[in-house]
């Protein structure tokens, strides 16, 4: 075949024309041929005991860069979730092999469906295959073994565990009050020099006070103003302290007149010379106080010697106290004391009234009065909300849930006319009268066991039996409810008027009834409590949020 330059031309240039749709096709075909993911489920047992553990495993093959999310939570009800293991990731060129496995239980005997579970990839959700797994009990010889009737319940004491901890607690904090007070109130603390020169006596203080003036240092730095105002306080401290002579607000004449009338009444037996002597010390004192005087080093020296006979001589020429003033002295020291005392006494009290105070203000802004309140003096539900709570499962079909107390089995005698509907009746209940609050649950085993249940008669049943008890003004209303694990039922809610046990008081109060059922069963939940009480609110919501049922029979 002969091409010839024009034709070979020709195609080159059509092949340019072709070459950007050629490749592109050729792009979506690359894309077109990546693979889809493929899911693959198994379970390494499909028959296990009470108690045992099957493993689901699902394999998911899916391309490098595609995202996956797996089932997490209690999502394999009505079988429960022990433990999702790590993901194990197999690579393969540019494919991703991933296996995940979960342990499942069970813990009451029965055929159950492990459900379809979701799984997405690139946010498009994948349904896995269900499966059914059986548990059966385990088998007891009933040959060679002795069967006994089932226990009755018995009560059993509660923990002090809260209350010792509390107590403990308290007087933690009342010791370390009382060590405060005993360190800064009741403590005799060590008494400084100040201290000891001023609880000496007032002749003893005197000459003390001159001995220190002797080695001071205001005559050597010129400070005479200084040195004769202490030596003037010193001598006129002890006259009225001593001598009982008002000398501290007296002027030097004033001072002199009194003593010079105490020597003439015989109350003071001082010389002429003793009191001259004191006056032109006063005097001088004056001078260098109020005239800028500056006497000499030894002028000034010399009258301190002069100061402390007057002292002396001031102190021999006193008459000895009568044994009425020793008395009256003596009284007057206890009466001192017994006022220290009750001064320290009443800082003591200010001071743990203002701990208290202060205590029940930080608690009061950081929790709450009203919560401290009830915490102090107590408040029943509130006792139950911070109590230890109680799982488990109540009746067949089983109702499981979360409460404070164990709910006790109540005795349900059936009326003649209602066993030809109802198989059996199990129901169990908690009551706490103090604060209104009631929960129970009921389980209805239908003896038909195609029949579905009639909800609307349960509630009128419900309403009607609060009616008998004294209930009054009873609102209804109702909305879809969904346990943790997606299981519908049916919640009617609403408040009303209820009775006070033990009276004819009526109270407000709220009610809340859950119901679930299906062929041949049904389940419900009753709770009631007082109105506006916050604990118990909280309280019915957590027994709510932990509500699970069994969908089959």
């Known amino acids: 075949m002969i091409i010839t330059n024009r034709t070979f031309i020709n195609g080159v240039s059509r092949l340019k024309r072709i070459s950007p749709l050629f490749v592109c096709l050729l792009f979506i075909y690359e894309l077109s041929a990546q693979e889809p993911p ?7 047992t499909t028959f296990i005991k009470i108690g045992e553990q099957v493993q689901w495993k699902v394999t998911i093959d899916i391309d490098s860069t595609d995202f996956v999310i797996f089932p997490e939570g209690q999502t394999f009800s009505p079988l429960e979730t022990v433990e999702a293991f790590a993901t194990d990731t197999t690579r393969k060129k540019d494919r991703l092999t991933l296996q995940k496995i979960y342990a499942l239980t069970q813990f009451d005997s029965g055929a159950y ?84 020169v001023a609880l000496l006596p007032p002749y003893d203080r005197a000459l003390l006070e001159l001995k220190q003036l002797e080695n001071s240092k205001y005559l050597i730095q010129d400070e005479y103003k200084e040195y004769y105002s202490e030596l003037t306080t010193i001598v006129r401290s002890y006259l009225e302290e001593d001598a009982h002579v008002t000398a501290m607000e007296s002027t030097t004449g004033q001072l002199i007149e009194k003593l010079e009338l105490l020597r003439d009444a015989g109350e003071l037996n001082l010389e002429d010379d003793t009191i001259k002597q004191f006056k032109q010390i006063l005097q001088t004192a004056d001078l260098v106080k109020f005239a800028k005087n500056k006497p000499s080093t030894s002028v000034a020296e010399q009258d301190r010697k002069l100061v402390e006979q007057i002292v002396v001589k001031t102190h021999d020429a006193l008459p000895e106290p009568t044994e009425e003033e020793l008395l009256e ?106 604060g209104l609050f009631t929960v129970g649950t009921t389980s209805v085993t239908l003896a038909q066991q195609d029949v579905e249940p ?32 997606g299981v519908k039922g049916l ?27 299906g062929k041949g069963f049904q389940q419900y939940i009753i709770l009631t409590w007082l109105e506006d009480d916050t604990y118990a609110q909280e309280t019915v919501d957590r027994i709510l949020a932990s509500v699970e049922v069994k969908t089959e029979v």
């Open 329 to 434: 002295q003596a009284e007057y020291q206890e009466e001192l004391e017994r006022r220290a005392k009750k001064k320290k006494i009443k800082i003591a009290a200010i001071s743990a009234v203002a701990v208290i105070l202060i205590g029940i203000t930080v608690a009061g802004v950081k929790f709450g009065f009203g919560y401290l309140k009830d915490t102090v003096l107590g408040h029943p539900t509130k006792e139950l909300l911070e109590g230890e709570w109680v799982r488990s499962s109540y009746g067949f079909p089983p109702i499981e849930l979360e409460t404070p107390q164990v709910l006790v089995r109540q005795k349900i005698k059936l009326p003649a006319e209602a066993k030809a509907e109802i198989a059996d009746i199990q129901a169990f209940e908690f009551s706490n009268p103090a």
């Open 491 to 517: 919640k009617v809610f609403g408040n009303g008027e209820f009775t006070v046990p033990g009276s004819d008081e009526l109270i407000e109060g709220e009610y809340s009834v859950i119901l679930f059922g």
């Open 113 to 196: 469906k492990l459900p379809a579970q979701r799984i997405d990839i690139n946010g498009v959700g994948f349904m896995t295959d269900s499966s059914l797994i059986n548990v059966a009990t385990i088998p007891v010889d009933t040959l060679n073994q002795k069967m006994y009737d089932i226990k009755p319940l018995i009560n059993v004491e509660k923990s002090n565990y809260a209350f010792w901890k509390y107590l403990l607690i308290g007087l933690l904090v009342l010791l370390i009050l009382g060590g405060l007070l005993y360190w800064f109130v009741f403590r005799k603390k060590p008494l400084t020099e100040e201290e000891k």
């Open 38 to 44: 493929t899911i693959k489920t198994e379970v390494d």
């Open 454 to 485: 009639d909800f609307e008669k349960t509630i009128e049943q419900i309403l009607a039996n609060f009616e008998s008890q004294g209930a009054k003004n009873i609102i209804t209303k109702q909305e879809a409810f969904y346990t943790i694990s």
